[in-house]
């Protein structure tokens, strides 16, 4: 029995802890191999072929679009080694959240337009379509909600 006017804890915060920290984990490690596996599926072809993909959005002039082709892939594996390590998630994750709501709306943008072309997620040969937006936007959400926890977090523990 409790005494009177004592506060219990309440477990909703211990367990709301505890999902926080293995949802970060395992959305970090998710979406780090997902970046690393795009990196690899862009390296292991011919760096043109990505810089078509990047080119047939028209947003950037060709020139630039050869410059991001060479170097997506690296950022992209580098953003992954960052996420699984779980160094730095403030910062990766803000990245990440970046980059994937950036690639989603270029997305959104070229399939409403109608333009049939390779939305370049994975290497050449899968065009843009609902399903491809559906699993980017997913992807997106995931790193916007792991950046709010990982920065809910570091607030929460320098209360």
């Known amino acids: 029995m409790m005494a009177p006017g004592t506060v219990k804890p309440k477990a909703t915060n211990l367990t709301s802890g505890k999902a926080e920290r293995i949802f970060l984990l395992i959305s970090r490690l998710l979406l780090g191999a997902i970046f690393i596996y795009a990196a690899y599926a862009k390296l292991r072809e011919p760096w043109q072929i990505f810089a078509m993909n990047i080119n047939s959005y ?17 950022l992209e594996m580098l953003l992954g080694l960052f996420l699984i390590s779980g160094l730095w998630l403030r910062v990766s994750g803000t990245i990440a959240s970046a980059v994937l709501l950036t690639f989603i709306v270029l997305m959104v943008r070229a399939y409403a337009k109608g333009m049939h072309i390779d939305c370049g997620c994975f290497g050449s040969g899968e065009q843009i379509s609902w399903k491809t937006l559906l699993r980017d936007g997913s992807m997106a959400a995931v790193a916007v909600a792991m950046t709010c926890i990982a920065f809910l977090r570091r607030r929460k523990a320098a209360a």
């Not at 947003?59 to 630039?64: H, N, Q, R």
């Not at 679009?65 to 892939?73: C, G, H, K, S, W």
């Open 58 to 74: 028209n947003v950037l002039p060709l020139a630039m679009a050869e410059t991001a082709a060479r170097a997506i892939p690296w």
